[in-house]
């Protein structure tokens, strides 16, 4: 396992990278209400990307994938390509962005509640978002990764809700997805000793009925196995010398250790 340790220099242009990413989620709000296609989703953010912030949307041709954004409605666990359906009232939403600026990324999701979600859509679209504030929350040097994992899969499964296995997040810079692997799961004081300079996302996703996936035909599109609603959030995180920055974060959110 080779960890990428970011320079002051690289560091910056993360934070640049991430930022981009992040203002795309708040652009494309207004946007995501009953009606609209995921096709139109994508196209929206795809001309602001390239338009705008003149920057690159990372997943457009990456490894085949045909889009520019990720978008995962309902049942629904990741990689969910834009298309011709279109969000109806009730429906739950994650909306996977990640930008290219000056050879570097910033990778982040964001839940959308399209109208009025059940109350069992919409706690489990909060309870995720609090398992990932739990896990950045923890980020410093000295802690493992494992110890992140098993924080995150304890809260969630207090509140009865499941941990996707299959999928986690990743260290992430001049490339798409670096080592390490950061799980949503696991032992406490084990995994990878966090150092300072490192970078990766925290991306749990969270199932509201069993945790078990399968994958489409299309090979891109997870969804849950007994068809339940899934959710997931994510953040671009750097380690700092005495806690975390998130490089993603939007103007509404706090966090406890970050700047």
């Known amino acids: 396992m080779t960890i990428s340790l970011k320079s002051a220099d690289e560091i910056e242009k993360m934070r640049i990278a991430g930022g981009l990413a992040s203002s795309v989620l708040t652009m494309v709000e207004p946007h995501v209400r009953a009606g609209v296609s995921t096709d139109q989703l994508d196209r929206i953010c ?83 978002y609090e398992c990932l504030v739990l896990g950045i929350n923890m980020v410093k040097p000295g802690t493992r990764l494992g110890d992140i994992g098993h924080a995150i899969q304890s809260y969630a499964e207090a509140r009865q809700f499941s941990v996707v296995q299959e999928y986690c997040g ?58 339940s609603l899934s959710a997931q959030w994510e953040h671009t995180i750097l380690v700092t010398s005495d806690g975390f920055e998130v490089l993603t974060r939007r103007p509404e959110e706090t966090f406890s250790l970050g700047p």
Request: glycine share 10%.
């Open 46 to 128: 795809h001309e602001y990307i390239i338009e705008e912030l003149d920057a690159v949307p990372a997943p457009l041709n990456y490894r085949g994938f045909p889009r520019s954004i990720c978008t995962s409605i309902n049942h629904v666990v990741c990689h969910g390509i834009p298309g011709n359906k279109r969000l109806r009232n009730g429906d739950i939403i994650n909306i996977d962005i990640t930008v290219i600026k000056d050879e570097f990324h910033g990778d982040t999701s964001k839940m959308f509640c399209v109208g009025k979600p059940s109350v069992r859509a919409r706690r489990l679209v909060d309870t995720t």
């Open 170 to 227: 990743h260290g992430i810079g001049r490339q798409f997805h670096e080592d390490p692997q950061v799980l949503h799961y696991g032992i406490p004081g084990t995994g990878l000793v966090l150092e300072a300079g490192m970078t990766f996302t925290i991306e749990p996703m969270i199932n509201a009925g069993k945790r078990h996936v399968k994958l489409l035909p299309d090979n891109w599109t997870v969804v849950t196995k007994d068809h």
